[in-house]
């Protein structure tokens, strides 16, 4: 096709660079899988602490280095921030609240013998009627780089955790990506080191699992054992019921060793059910 007198080639339009080039979205913030997950619920307590004691909580997004990227989420106060500008436009179609009648505070309550409270919350998408659950435990001790500590306003951190999670379930996926590189890009972010002693390990794939002896520093069946509890598996029966049908086998007992509770802890995590749930 011959081009026409006058008229002039288009331009190709120069691609900006990204202000968040290079970063990942942590796509669920309460995933243990991650490194990401245990030194982000520490920076959180110093934000809640901080709001608590009357001081500015001015980070809405956390960076991490992990495996040589750096992964992004959202803080308490990120989920909040993005839920108050989702509720003043209209047109989002999304308008999430905390339903307080929901909200159960369970003090006392023993996490593999460790004590803590438990907070349940419900949120609400006001317009479509969709909700999302949010749980949180805190133990009211942890453990520091110097040693064994009080847990303070446990309760306090429970509750906004969970009402950080309800929420998160509500906020569409793409929302949230482009409002973290928002966030990003208003320097609204902080980067956070791996934690020194992090209270839940990465779990890996095993390439192939009858044959990969399980790490000594790990707890497998500990940690099988707390994500069947946080499931609803308050007794024996009822974990092993709950891994049963998350799963399709018919174990009998959860009483294993390490390896076998290696396998049993990555067949769970994968489940649809378990998977479904991280998407959600």
Do not use: C, W
Not at 172 to 192: C, G
């Amino acid at each position: 096709m011959k081009k026409k007198h006058g008229q002039k080639k288009p331009r190709a339009r120069a691609k900006k660079p990204a202000a968040h080039a290079g970063l990942v979205l942590a796509h669920n913030p309460t995933n243990i899988n991650q490194e990401f997950f245990v030194a982000s619920e520490m920076a959180d307590d110093k934000l809640i602490e901080a709001e608590i004691l009357g001081q500015a909580m001015e980070h809405y997004v956390y960076s991490f280095v992990q495996e040589g990227k750096t992964v992004t989420g959202l803080s308490v106060a990120g989920v909040n921030e993005v839920a108050r500008l989702l509720n003043r436009n209209p047109k989002t179609g999304v308008k999430i609240r905390i339903m307080p009648d929901t909200l159960q505070i369970e003090r006392n309550v023993d996490y593999d013998g460790v004590k803590g409270v438990e907070v349940r919350v419900v949120a609400e998408n006001m317009v479509t009627g969709e909700t999302g659950i949010g749980i949180k435990f805190e133990a009211y001790k942890k453990t520091g780089k110097r040693g064994t500590y009080e847990n303070t306003f446990a309760v306090e951190k429970a509750t906004s955790k969970a009402e950080r999670n309800a929420k998160r379930k509500l906020m569409p996926e793409q929302v949230a990506v482009e409002m973290i590189k928002k966030f990003v890009a208003q320097n609204k972010y902080t980067a956070i080191a791996a934690p020194a002693q992090a209270p839940a390990q990465r779990i890996y794939q095993p390439a192939k699992p009858a044959a990969l002896p399980p790490k000594n520093n790990v707890d497998y069946l500990g940690q099988l054992k707390t994500m069947l509890f946080r499931e609803g598996g308050k007794t024996e029966s009822q974990a092993i019921e709950i891994y049963n049908n998350y799963t399709g086998e018919q174990i009998k007992t959860l009483k294993v060793d390490q390896s076998t509770a290696q396998k049993m802890l990555y067949n769970f995590l994968n489940s649809p059910l378990m998977v479904g749930k991280r998407k959600n």
